[in-house]
């Protein structure tokens, strides 16, 4: 989980190709005292997270050509992130509001045994409920790079939606990259999210 910042990006007009990043952006709200479990901190802060959307703001950062491609609540949480989106010089063409679910968000800390703990509610949040229909197909056929995590796997209609952009993307000749990014508690159980990230690996 890296933290996506505040600083504006550098320009991109150099960049040789467009990375276009599909899948989840969320709030992950971290103790503000380090090496304490979720139970055990008195207080949390709000940072964005969600890795695709890492991955769009660092190409940003490094002067590259990016974009987001995925659904936010229609709420404060989803409407702050994709300014953050915007902020970071992150193309948010892509981006979609549920005004029927809301904007995921996870808890995360890093025990003092350096293990990170992890505690998501998105049950479903609208990241989950993006369409195949809802897909900006025409952005991701602009890209050079199609960027994609596993956790839109785990259900649907963000499976289907995942699917359909990765194989418009691959028809277009766009290289595909694929973070796995394993988050078991998200899976319905370990064999499940084996076989979901095996299943277009």
């Known amino acids: 989980m890296a933290p996506l910042g505040d600083g504006v ?3 991109a007009a ?3 190709g467009l990375v276009v990043s599909f899948g989840e952006m969320l709030i992950d709200f971290v103790p503000d005292v380090a090496g304490v479990s979720l139970a055990e901190s008195g207080g949390f802060v709000k940072a964005p997270g969600g890795a695709p959307a890492n991955v769009a703001c660092a190409v940003s950062k490094l002067g590259g050509s990016s ?3 995925g659904k936010f609540g229609d709420d404060e949480f989803g409407h ?3 300014e953050i989106l915007k902020k970071n010089g992150v193309n948010a063409e892509g981006c979609l509001f549920d005004q029927h679910a809301r904007t995921a968000l996870a808890f995360v800390t890093l025990k003092s045994n350096g293990e990170r703990e992890f505690m998501f509610y998105r049950n479903p949040s609208a990241d989950m409920l993006l369409t195949e229909s809802e897909l900006n197909l025409d952005l991701i056929s ?8 596993s956790i839109s796997l785990i259900t649907e209609p963000c499976r289907s939606a995942h699917v359909a952009a990765m194989r418009a993307a691959k028809a277009g000749g766009i290289l595909c990259s694929y973070d796995p990014n394993v988050r078991l508690p998200l899976w319905p159980s370990a064999q499940a999210a084996r076989d979901g990230i095996m299943s277009i690996w």
Do not use: E, N, Q, T
């Open 9 to 11: 990006a550098p320009a």
């Open 14 to 16: 150099a960049a040789p």
């Open 67 to 69: 974009a987001f491609v």
């Open 80 to 82: 702050m992130l994709v």
């Open 142 to 149: 602009r890209a050079r790079i199609f960027h994609y995590g």
